[in-house]
């Protein structure tokens, strides 16, 4: 019995290493996807949603009507309510994998983080986030969003069945300090976010040296956990399975991040701040 559990668990590892290596692959696509969207100017309408979404432009080139037309295919973007409700659940029902391993395993600590960060979001978009109802967000930014959560979620998973190795406590701790305080940051960034006059201008705390000190946190939040599950051989692969969930994270924010900055500059003459996410350097 004990050499039929102990072959299952063999063979899980080994599927699960490939399934993160096939998750790490596709995060570094997606980045690079996002940043030759960017970069390809015939492409930039498909990046922007909310506030910084501009109405169709003129323009005579087949491709670019191409891309007008699906520049439409937008949903709510209340629906990044179901991202959250997605991970949440996805999370939650890793604890039975997750007991006895939490403060006691890198991965098992990554899971605690993640799981907090699931469920805090959930509550502060069904709680605390005012979404427009004429807000739109494009199609892709959905299926995108759905694509990251249950991905982090199968990589989690795939870490909490292969825990073994002990804690590292300072940079643990040190993980943690900063998980916890960026994720209060956060939130309150949100807050004032939420008890703004629709689509003006932040100023509380951070706001006042970048566009999106939300977005600032949020890159902090999941490069906390990356160096919390961080270890060396066996089970590299769902570490950095992590970390190019972190890369896509910084990616993707940083892209949004400067489309809100261009948006402030353009909308408000007297605003004056010059970096979209990170003070002095982006």
Not at 17 to 41: D, E, P, R
Not at 102 to 111: D, E, I, P, R, V
Not at 112 to 135: D, H, I, N, P
Request: proline share 3%; with cysteine.
């Amino acid at each position: 019995m004990l050499a039929c559990i102990l072959l299952h668990t063999s063979v899980f590892s080994q599927s699960g290493m490939l399934v993160c290596q096939a998750i790490t692959a596709g995060f570094a696509a997606a980045s690079a996807l996002i940043l030759f969207t960017k970069l390809y100017t015939p492409l930039n309408q498909l990046l922007a949603y909310g506030k910084v979404a501009q109405g169709p432009k003129s323009t005579q080139t087949g491709f670019a009507r191409l891309v007008q037309i699906a520049s439409r295919w937008t949903v709510p973007k209340q629906y990044f309510v179901h991202f959250y409700i997605l991970f949440a659940v996805l999370q939650w029902l890793q604890l039975p994998w997750a007991k006895g391993k939490l403060l006691h395993t890198n991965f098992g600590l990554a899971w605690l983080l993640l799981t907090a960060q699931a469920t805090r979001r959930l509550m502060e978009s069904l709680l605390l986030t005012q979404w427009g109802s004429k807000s739109r967000m494009h199609i892709s930014h959905y299926f995108v969003g759905l694509y990251f959560y249950v991905c982090v979620a199968i990589v989690s998973f795939c870490g909490l069945v292969v825990a073994q190795e002990e804690s590292k406590r300072p940079r643990q701790w040190l993980a943690i300090a900063f998980f916890a305080l960026f994720s209060v940051d956060q939130y309150n960034n949100h807050r004032h976010l939420a008890a703004l006059v629709k689509y003006s201008v932040p100023t509380f705390g951070m706001f006042r040296h970048v566009a999106c000190a939300h977005y600032c946190d949020e890159i902090v939040i999941y490069f906390a956990v990356t160096v919390a599950a961080w270890t060396r051989e066996p089970n590299m692969e769902v570490s950095v399975a992590l970390f190019s969930a972190w890369v896509f994270v910084l990616v993707n924010l940083s892209v949004s991040g400067l489309e809100s900055l261009r948006y402030y500059q353009t909308k408000f003459d007297d605003y004056t701040v010059q970096y979209a996410v990170v003070p002095f350097l982006l």
